[in-house]
Every structure is written in C-alpha cells, then in structure tokens.
C-alpha cells in the first residue's frame, strides 16, 4: 500500500490521506473546495465550489500515476439536492467523455458551509509510475 501526497490538492486536516493506492487501484479521500496554494476556502456558488473540488481531485489523480479517463467511481456529496443540475454542468466539463460510476448523495450540512465534497476510486495507468514525492 502506498500513501500520495501532493501539494497540488488541499493537505489532509486530519487522521487520513489524500489516498491510497493498493494494487492497481487509487482510492481518493473526499476533497473539498480550498485552494491548495492558499489555504483559502473556496465559498459562493456550486459551480465555483465543484471546480475547485475537481480540480483537487484531477490534482491527485495527476500524482496518484492515473487520470480522469480511469475514473472508476465518483461520489458527490451536495448539501442541497437542488444543485444538482449546476453541479453537474461542471463535472460534465470536468470528466468530458469518461463517464465514471457515480453516487450523488444529498447531505444537509458539509465541514465550513461548504455545499460539495466530491471522492472517487481510480485505476493506475499501467504505463505511469507515481510521480516522484508521493509518500
């Protein structure tokens, strides 16, 4: 098993890692809308939110050795099912033509207001190696 740590997506707060790689399989803690570089938690509408939430994950994804083509399942939690739709004009940007398993699981409050928490379940490309840092 193998630990990734990227200064690319928000560093984990508590007792967990960005994710972990078993095998051939990368499993992607949740991510939440907050600028890697800054700190700073990304607050406003769904569509700003979801699009620093997937970038956090292409972020991991990108030091995990996959990317968003070997998604394999993606869990989407939104605090309110009503922005379903908007959230999902920006994963649809996000994931293109890859079409990954997907949950969406309306919750009523996530960690600092946030509206979106997004994890997934990838596959490693077997031609990439983990880019060099990761834990």
Known sequence: ????????????????S?????GDTVYISG???VNPHTGAKVL???EKQAAQTLGNLGAILEASGSDRAHVLKVTVYLSDIRLWDRMNAV?????????PARSVVP????H???LIEIDAVAAVIPSREVPPGSS
């Open 91 to 99: 994963y649809t940007t996000f994931f293109g033509e890859a079409r």
């Open 112 to 114: 600092h207001g946030f």
């Open 44 to 46: 406003g509408t769904i």
């Open 1 to 16: 098993m193998k630990t990734i740590s990227t200064p690319n997506a928000p560093q984990p707060a508590g007792h967990y």
């Open 31 to 33: 991510q939440l809308p």
């Open 18 to 22: 960005q994710a972990v790689i078993h």
């Open 107 to 110: 919750t009523r409050e996530l």
